[in-house]
C-alpha cells in the first residue's frame, strides 16, 4: 500500500512540476510586457524600476529559479496591479469561499447523483426510471452558466428569501450549489445508472439472493457496494470540473472567491496572479486526484493486494 | 401408455420422411453488421430527437445568418436591447445588432470549434493509440505514462493559460488558440480506446502475425483492428464534441473566447448576463437554449449510437 | 423414502420482445431424502430454468409460471410470498452456481460471505459467525482457514472458490442442495476433488443434491438417479445404473454413445447428435427430439408420446415404446 502511495505522489510532483513550469513558460512568452497597455508613456526611469521589482531583468533561467524556489516557500509573489495585497493574501481570503461553494456542490451531487441512477437502474424502464434520466440528460446538456442564470431568474427574483448574488450567508450559497452541482449529479447517475445494471446482472448477486438474505442487503452490500467503484474513480475529473464550473458560477452569482480573482486577473493581465492563481489550483487539483487515487485503492480490494502483494 | 382420445394407425408408425425434419434451419434471418446497428439506432427514439435537432441546427448554422435581412456586425443604435418582435426576430443586444443573426453565426462558429476539436482529438488519438498498442511492451509503457502525465494536467486550467498568452488583451483569441488549447490534453481518452481495441485485436491474431512479417501487419491493421475499433471511436467522438463545445461555451462566457464581433454561443450568453438585471433575459434565453440543445443533442445521439452497438442489448 | 421435493407438471415461461418463451413445458419429478438427482441436457433445455424455479431466482417479469406445482416437505412453494422464499433460502434449500470466479462477490471478505445468510437467520454474534465461517472453510478442505476467512475473493483459485460456495451454500445445514453446473468450469483434476468433498458432505449431512450437468462423467460418479431433459421436457429417468446400462429413449442412447471412451479404437470417429433443439419460441407439438431423432416417425411430430415404464424407476418417453411401433424400433423398417 505504502508503495503505491509513493508511486502516485512520485507522478503528482512530476505533473506539478510540468505545469509550473508550462505556466511559467507561457507568462514569459507573452508579447511585449505586462507594463506596457496600462500606459504608453511610462517614463524608462519607472519601468526599469518595475523590471527590477518584479525581478523581470534577469535571464528567465535565474528567473525560474527564483520561482521555484519561492513556491517551495509558499510565496506566490506580489500582484502586478493591486498594490494592496500579495498573491498570497488574495488566495487566502478567496479560496475559503471557492473551497465551500465546491464542496457544497460536491456533497450534493455525492448525495444525491449515485442514488438518482441507483433508484432509475432498479425500476428500469419504469417511470422512476424515465424522471431520473430527464434529468440527468439535462443536467449534462445544460451548462451552469445557464442553469445559474435560470435560476437566478425564476428562483431568486421571485423569492425573496434567496439572494440574486453575493456571499455571507448560507442561502446565499443554496442556488450557486445546486447550479454547480447539477452537472456533476447528473453525470454520476448516468454512470450509477449503467454500472448498477451491470452488476446487478451478475451472478454474486444471484449467489447473495439464494442466501436468503433481505432485498435491500443485497441491493446495497452486492449491488451499490461494487456499482459505486466507476463513481469513485471519475471522482478525480469531477473536482476538476467543479473547479472550472465554480469560475463561471462566482461569475454570474457575484460571489467573491478565487475563481472571480482569477478571471479578473486573466482580463487583466495581472501575470503574477495568474500564475500563482494557477500553480495554487494546481496543487489543490493534484492533490485532490491523490486523494482520490487512495480512496479508489481503498474501496477496491483487488487494486489494494495488487499493489500490497507484489 | 395408450392415450385413450388417440385412434393409432399403421400409418403412424411408419418412419417419417426427411422433408419432415428441418432441424438445419435456421429460423431468423442473417444481418449484417452497420445496417443493424442503424436499424437499431432508429429504434431510439430519444437518439432520432437529437439527430434531427442537429440537423435542423445545422442547417440553420449554414443559412440562419443570412436570412434575417441584417449583417451579425451592424450596429444600429436606435434599435438598442429590443425585445424579439417581427423585424428582429431573436430581439438586438447592447448594440443594436441582431440576435438571430448573431445567434444562428455563433451555433455555427461553436459547432466547428467543437466539431474540429474532436477531429483532431480523433486524429492525435488514433495515431499516439495505435503507435502504442503496435508497439513493443516498452515503448506502450513509456507512451501511457506520458499521456498519463499530460491527462492529469487540469484541462481548464490549460486552456484558459493558453488563450490568456495567445490572444490580444481584452479582444478576444482566435480560433485556431481555442481549437488548439482544448485539444491539447483532452486526446488521451481516445489514445486509450484506441490502444485498448489494438492491443486486443493484435493478440487475436497474433499467430497470424507472426507467421509473416511487416506488410501483414498493416494489412491486419486496416482490414481487422480498424473496421473493429471504428464504432467505439465513433461514439467517443459523438460524445466529444459536446464536451469540446461546453469549454468553448465556458471560455467564452468568461471573456476569453472569440474576438468581438463574431459571436459564439459562449460569447452571446456573456454578452446576454449583463441584461437579466434590466428584465432582458431574452438575450442570454437564446444562447443558452442553443446550447443546451446541441448537447442534449449530441449527448443522446452519442448514447444511442453506443446502445445501439452493444450486443448485448440487441432486441 | 420419503419425497422432500415434488415437482408436478411445472410450466415457466419468459414473456420477451418476439413473444413467449416456453423454457419448461410441463415436468414432474421428485426428490428424495439423501439421494443426488443428476438432471441432463444440453444447454438451453431448461434445466437451470428449472434449478432456479424451485428457488423462485428468476426475474419474474419476463418470468412467470404458466402452472403447476412445487412441493417442498409437502408445501407448494410456488404459492409462497417473497419474505417466506428468503427464510427456505439458505436455510432449506441452496444453490451452488457454475462460474466460481463470477459467483463470489468481489468486495466482500470471504468469511463474510459464508455466514452472511447465517447472521441473519440464526443470530448469531460477529464471533461466532467468524468461528463459524472458519468451521466452514475446514469442512471444505481449504487451507490455513483462520488467514483464508478474511481474504477476499480474488486471492482464491477457482477451484477453492467453488469450495467457498460450497461452504457458502452448505452453512445451515440445508436439506437441498441444488449445484448448477458446479464443475463446468474447473479443470477436470479440481472436477474429482469438488465431486469427492460434494459426496462427503452429503454423507455428514444427509443432504439431498439436485445436480445439473451436460457431464455424463460427472452423472456416473456421484449420482443416485439421472433425469435426461430435452428443449423443456423431460424424456428419461431412472436409477444410473439402469439408464447407463438400457438407455431406452434414442436421445440417452445418443448422448451416451458420445462420450468419447478411452477403450475406443483410434480410427473411430466421434459420434455427435446432428442439428440443434428446437426454437422454443414455436414449441413443436409432438416429441422435441423429433428433427433429430433415426428412428422418428409420423406421429412423432404430432403428438408427444407419454411414459413408459421399464422397471418401477426407470420411464422414457417414446413412441418406439409402443406395441405398434416393433418394426421401426427393431430397425427393419427402412
Known amino acids: 500500500m505504502g508503495k503505491y502511495i509513493l508511486k502516485r505522489l512520485g507522478m503528482a510532483i512530476v505533473t506539478l512540476w510540468a505545469i509550473i513550469t508550462i505556466t511559467f513558460i507561457l507568462m514569459h512568452s507573452v508579447p511585449g510586457n505586462p507594463f506596457a497597455n496600462e500606459n504608453k508613456n511610462i517614463p524608462d526611469v519607472v519601468y526599469q524600476n518595475l523590471m527590477r521589482k518584479y525581478g523581470l531583468d534577469k535571464p528567465y533561467s535565474e528567473q525560474y529559479v527564483i520561482y521555484l524556489k519561492n513556491i517551495g516557500r509558499g510565496n506566490f509573489g506580489e500582484s502586478m496591479k493591486s498594490n494592496a495585497e500579495t498573491v498570497n493574501e488574495m488566495i487566502a481570503r478567496g479560496f475559503p469561499v471557492s473551497a465551500r461553494l465546491g464542496a457544497q456542490a460536491l456533497l450534493i451531487a455525492l448525495i444525491f447523483g449515485p442514488a438518482l441512477g441507483a ?32 435560476l437566478i431568474q425564476f428562483v431568486a427574483r421571485k423569492i425573496g428569501w434567496i439572494p440574486i448574488g453575493g456571499w455571507g450567508e448560507f442561502r446565499h450559497t443554496l442556488l450557486p450549489s445546486f447550479a454547480l452541482a447539477l452537472m456533476p449529479l447528473a453525470q454520476m447517475s448516468r454512470l450509477m445508472r449503467s454500472s448498477m445494471l451491470e452488476v446487478m446482472g451478475q451472478d454474486y448477486i444471484k449467489t447473495a439472493q439464494s442466501k436468503g438474505i433481505s432485498k435491500m442487503t443485497v441491493i446495497m452490500k452486492h449491488g451499490v457496494r461494487n456499482a459505486i467503484l466507476p463513481i469513485v474513480s471519475i471522482l478525480g475529473t469531477t473536482v476538476s470540473n467543479l473547479l472550472v464550473g465554480s469560475f463561471v458560477i462566482e461569475k454570474i452569482f457575484g460571489i467573491p472567491g478565487l475563481g472571480m480573482f482569477f478571471t479578473t486577473s486573466v482580463y487583466n493581465r495581472d501575470y503574477t496572479l495568474i500564475m500563482g492563481v494557477t500553480v495554487f489550483y494546481s496543487i489543490v487539483l493534484i492533490l485532490s486526484f491523490l486523494f482520490v487515487d487512495i480512496g479508489y485503492m481503498l474501496v477496491d480490494p483487488k487494486i489494494r493486494l495488487t499493489e500490497e502483494g507484489h | 401408455m395408450e ?57 440553420m448554422s449554414i443559412v440562419g445568418p443570412h436570412i434575417s435581412g441584417f449583417k451579425y456586425y451592424e450596429q444600429d443604435y436606435s434599435n438598442i436591447n429590443v425585445k424579439p418582435n417581427r423585424e428582429y426576430w431573436f430581439g438586438t443586444d447592447e448594440l443594436g445588432r441582431d440576435l438571430f443573426a448573431r445567434a444562428w453565426l455563433g451555433t455555427r462558429y461553436s459547432l466547428i470549434i467543437g466539431i474540429l476539436a474532436a477531429l483532431i482529438d480523433l486524429g492525435i488519438g488514433v495515431i499516439y493509440g495505435g503507435i502504442a498498442g503496435m508497439g513493443s511492451q516498452r515503448v506502450d509503457a513509456i507512451m501511457m505514462r506520458i499521456a498519463e502525465i499530460i491527462y492529469s494536467i487540469p484541462y481548464m486550467l490549460v486552456v484558459i493559460l493558453l488563450t490568456v498568452v495567445f490572444s490580444t ?37 497474433y499467430s497470424l502475425a507472426a507467421e509473416s512479417l511487416g506488410a501483414t501487419n498493416s494489412w491486419i491493421l486496416r482490414k481487422h483492428i480498424i473496421p473493429n475499433t471504428m464504432g467505439p471511436i465513433l461514439v467517443n467522438v459523438t460524445l466529444t464534441i459536446p464536451r469540446a463545445i461546453f469549454a468553448e461555451a465556458t471560455l467564452g462566457f468568461l471573456s476569453l473566447g472569440l474576438q468581438a464581433p463574431k459571436p459564439s454561443l459562449g460569447t452571446l450568453a456573456n454578452d446576454g448576463i449583463a441584461g437579466m438585471p434590466v428584465g432582458n433575459f431574452y438575450q442570454i434565453l437564446v444562447p443558452s437554449i442553443l446550447i443546451s440543445l446541441i448537447m ?14 452493444d450486443p448485448r442489448l440487441r432486441k | 423414502m420419503e419425497k422432500l421435493l415434488e415437482i408436478k407438471d411445472l410450466k415457466v415461461s419468459f414473456q420477451t420482445f418476439f413473444g413467449e418463451v416456453e423454457a419448461v413445458r410441463g415436468i414432474s419429478l421428485h426428490v428424495n431424502k439423501g439421494e443426488t438427482v443428476a438432471l441432463v441436457g444440453e444447454s438451453g433445455c431448461g434445466k437451470s430454468v428449472t434449478a432456479s424455479s424451485i428457488m423462485q431466482l428468476l426475474p419474474m417479469p419476463p418470468a412467470f409460471y404458466k402452472g403447476g406445482e412445487i412441493l417442498f416437505n409437502g408445501e407448494d412453494i410456488v404459492k409462497k410470498s417473497e419474505k417466506e422464499m428468503q427464510s427456505i433460502r439458505g436455510s432449506e434449500i441452496s444453490m451452488i452456481f457454475q462460474d466460481p470466479m463470477t459467483s463470489l462477490n468481489p468486495t466482500m471478505k470471504v468469511g463474510k460471505q459464508i455466514v452472511e445468510g447465517l447472521v441473519k437467520h440464526g443470530k448469531l454474534s460477529f464471533r461466532e459467525a467468524e468461528e463459524k465461517a472458519i468451521e466452514m472453510l475446514d469442512l471444505v478442505s481449504v487451507p490455513q482457514s483462520e488467514k483464508r476467512v478474511r481474504q477476499y475473493p480474488h486471492e482464491f483459485s477457482g477451484g477453492m472458490r467453488q469450495r467457498v460456495m460450497i461452504a457458502l451454500a452448505m452453512v445451515s445445514n440445508p436439506q437441498l442442495l441444488i449445484a448448477d453446473e458446479p464443475t463446468t468450469a474447473l479443470d477436470v483434476t479440481v472436477q474429482a476433488q469438488i465431486l469427492d468433498l460434494m459426496k462427503s458432505i452429503q454423507e455428514k449431512f444427509g443432504t439431498s443434491i439436485i445436480l445439473i450437468t451436460h457431464d455424463l462423467g460427472v452423472v456416473a460418479d456421484i449420482s443416485d438417479r439421472i433425469i435426461v431433459m430435452y428443449a423443456g421436457q423431460l424424456l428419461e429417468e431412472g436409477l444410473v445404473d439402469e439408464v447407463f446400462k438400457e438407455p431406452r429413449h434414442p436421445y440417452t442412447k445418443k448422448l451416451l454413445g458420445s462420450v468419447p471412451r478411452l477403450d475406443m479404437d483410434r480410427m473411430e470417429v466421434l459420434h455427435s447428435i446432428h442439428g440443434t433443439p428446437p426454437d422454443l419460441y414455436i414449441p413443436p407439438k409432438g416429441c422435441p427430439f423429433f428433427d433429430r431423432c433415426d428412428k422418428a416417425m409420423v406421429i412423432c411430430k404430432e403428438h408427444m408420446p407419454e411414459r413408459e415404464y421399464h422397471t418401477d424407476s426407470h420411464y422414457s418417453c417414446c413412441w418406439l415404446n409402443h406395441s405398434m411401433a416393433k418394426k421401426v424400433a427393431e430397425g427393419s423398417e427402412v
Open chain 1, 119 to 150: 433508484i432509475a437502474a432498479l425500476h428500469q424502464n419504469k417511470a422512476s426510471d424515465y424522471i431520473a434520466m430527464i434529468v440527468s440528460i439535462i443536467g449534462v446538456s445544460v451548462p451552469s452558466f445557464v442553469m445559474g442564470s435560470f
Open chain 2, 3 to 59: 392415450k385413450t382420445d388417440l385412434i393409432y394407425s399403421e400409418e403412424m408408425f411408419k418412419k417419417a420422411p426427411q422433408k419432415l425434419r428441418d432441424a438445419e434451419t435456421i429460423r431468423r434471418p442473417s444481418i449484417k453488421y452497420w445496417p443493424d446497428v442503424w436499424r437499431r439506432l432508429k429504434q431510439d427514439k430519444l437518439a432520432m430527437v437529437g439527430l434531427g435537432l442537429l440537423i435542423i441546427m445545422g442547417i
Open chain 2, 169 to 205: 488583451a481584452g479582444s478576444g483569441t482566435s480560433m485556431f488558440v481555442l481549437i488548439l488549447a482544448m485539444t491539447i490534453t483532452d486526446w488521451v481518452p481516445m489514445a486509450n480506446l484506441v490502444r485498448g481495441q489494438v492491443l486486443q485485436l493484435r493478440e487475436s491474431e
Open chain 2, 296 to 309: 442534449f443533442s449530441f449527448n443522446v445521439l452519442g448514447d444511442g449510437l453506443r446502445d445501439a452497438m
